[in-house]
DNA sequence: AAGTAAACGAGACGGTACGTCGTGTCTTCCG
DNA sequence: CGGAAGACACGACGTACCGTCTCGTTTACTT
């Protein structure tokens, strides 16, 4: 006899005592399907247990509320930063940018990443936690990839990295949310480019 | 002959739309000072309305919805990008940045951010052109700035001015979204001068 | 120089100071219109106003609320009970009945009655006067009617005039009010007769 | 295991459908109440639900409106017409009308009707079902008691048992609804009376 | 004829109730 | 005995009218 009420979920795959393992992939799969067509807003509970055949009980005992669910629907779509070591490092910061790009131009998380953030804005709890993990995830994969280029001398020892990835991932956002546009190709470049000439540290004079 | 009952002052300034304005102003400082206390979720326009001693009516009668009565209380706390020519361009790029910073810094801004934006994310309407506006606003005076350091030569012809600020906006946003931190002066700085020393165009090399 | 504000209108016909007669005779108009195509209920104040091109105000500075609009509205159609003494008390008798049924076949008494009761239900005030005296006049014509009928000895002395002209506006206003019909003339003609035989007094023994 | 958190008994009787029945009883209890301490106009969903301790929408689940509720708090406390066989015609009749007479005389009855008249007005849905299936209800009761009569030979086998009934009916209601009377039981005799005297038919002669 | 005061059309205003919807918790009942 | 089904309390939504009010403007009396 498990623990009935998980609170804190440690991790998103475990799925507690849901008889269900396909129930749970139900729910999930149509928590995304739903979030495509429908958007984030119309999105309900509710209709995500008529949809996927299933109790509005049974997804709350798993997930704590609307953006708990739609964070760990959103999870499994998610591209993974490569952290390949290609040898070159402008070709590995690209492929960390772009799959950074690749990830806003996602049609569900262009979908559901406005109300997201505004459901887990004033959470302390595992909103929060979970937003940092995922976000977390790719950074840090994606300093491994800025590190490196450290190591090897294309970028300076005082980069700040953290500062250089927010840049990347804020530009993208920015654009995401307020325009709904998506950073061009050629502009990756040129964010991997201005990384590489002048890696946010102050000029040597 | 004599004031009939006129519970509101009568003298007033000139008599003209007197009593709407005088609503109006209450209205908008209350969903102001609601927004600080409560935050954007919890702000209702049933509670504006009881709290500015309105009838809700009144409220939808000037303003559509939820974010477009935010969006509006909010301009007037906005502070105005610089743009004075002082002559020296990273002061002045300073001074933009920095007060793009403040902006973010604030309690208000703070906490309507994250619902706003997801209340008028899919709003083809009125409500992207508010936003549009407000952050249209901000970003073309800034855009002044960077083109007169353009001008002077300190920032190369070429530099993708766009791609700049959106940067600079960019790391505020995500920081204050998903971290609540603002960016401090020092990290400000950091921005101008990766800025000013390789402004984002591809290498001559 | 007039009384300027009339609390308690004396006569439905004096109507005040309204500068334009013209327009009282809109409002009524209307009123009457919208009962027979909208109903009582979707009658709204505002609604007349507009179609009559008044403002609300002027509706309202002559009558103090909807039913006494409607009641003012309808008094016009109502028709008269005749009183002429035909020689003949059964022919008399039939003609007043007959005039009573007419008054509730009537289209547009027929929408206003049911609003018009619960909406003077508790009226103390005018309303109630009103209502009085729109019954009361037809009430009183018949009771003549009736009171001739006695003094011809065509009815007993001791008949209970009020009793019967209850029971006969009763019938009607039931079968009006539940069932939407009305008496046919055959049924009039029952009443009148049965009144006429054993008109509500005790049996001789 | 300790109770979670269940405000309301637990223990209760047999554990159906209680939750149901206890918010049923207690709504239709507070609507009664309301309507014989406010009034039919001053009652509102909100306001039953807010006295029964329920949400509107639970009101809202059962009752499709105002009318349909109040009628149905109204259908516990009519009293029933006695059908029982006295052996006596006119002890029979005196009974039914004195019943219907006491009906018309019940606070809730005369606070509910001219609201409950206006609200189903119109209403050819279950509106009129339920209404006349109350009325209904009575008048087939009244109707067994007069057609027993006209089998013992005490009213003429021509009697137009649906007039008389309804002329009862109708006397009561246009004082009730217009002068706030009831009938006394001298009336309510004589009414009787008139109609075994002279049974609504033509006469003979 | 000019001046004054009122009545007017228009409609905004503070309220109140509406009926609907979504949330997160709960209970019932079925397989 | 666990889950679907959905009822439940709560609370916000946006709409509709009410009856009062405040605007300018128009009209009709006064002088």
Redesign the interface.
């Known amino acids: 006899m498990g623990t009935k009420r998980t609170l804190t979920r440690v991790d998103g795959a475990s799925g507690a005592t849901m008889r269900d393992l396909e129930a749970r992939r139900r729910i999930l799969s149509v928590t995304h399907q739903m979030l495509v067509t429908q ?3 119309k999105l309900t509970i509710g209709g995500v247990a008529a949809n996927a055949g299933v109790g509005k009980a049974t997804i709350y005992r798993t997930w704590p509320n609307k953006p708990a669910l739609v964070l760990e629907a959103l999870r499994n779509t998610f591209p993974e930063v490569p952290t390949a070591d290609l040898g070159d490092s402008r070709a590995e910061m690209l492929a960390a940018a772009n799959t950074l790009a690749a990830l806003f131009n996602l049609r569900e998380v262009r979908a559901a990443l ?2 997201l ?3 887990t ?2 959470g302390e709890g595992s909103e929060h936690d979970l ?2 993990r995922l ?1 977390g995830e790719r950074k840090s994969r994606s300093t491994q990839c800025l590190e490196r280029a450290i190591e090897r001398g294309d970028l300076p020892a005082d980069t ?1 990295v953290s ?1 250089v990835l ?2 990347w ?7 995401c ?2 325009f709904g546009e998506t950073l061009s190709a050629a ?1 990756v ?3 991997v ?2 990384t ?8 040597a004079a």
Chains 1, 2, 3, 4 share one sequence.
């Open positions: 958007g984030y807003a406005p109300g953030i505004a459901d804005a004033e937003r940092d976000i700040d500062l927010d840049s991932a804020g530009v993208m956002l920015f654009r949310l307020f502009d470049e040129r964010l480019d201005t590489l000439v002048s890696p946010h540290r102050l000029p």
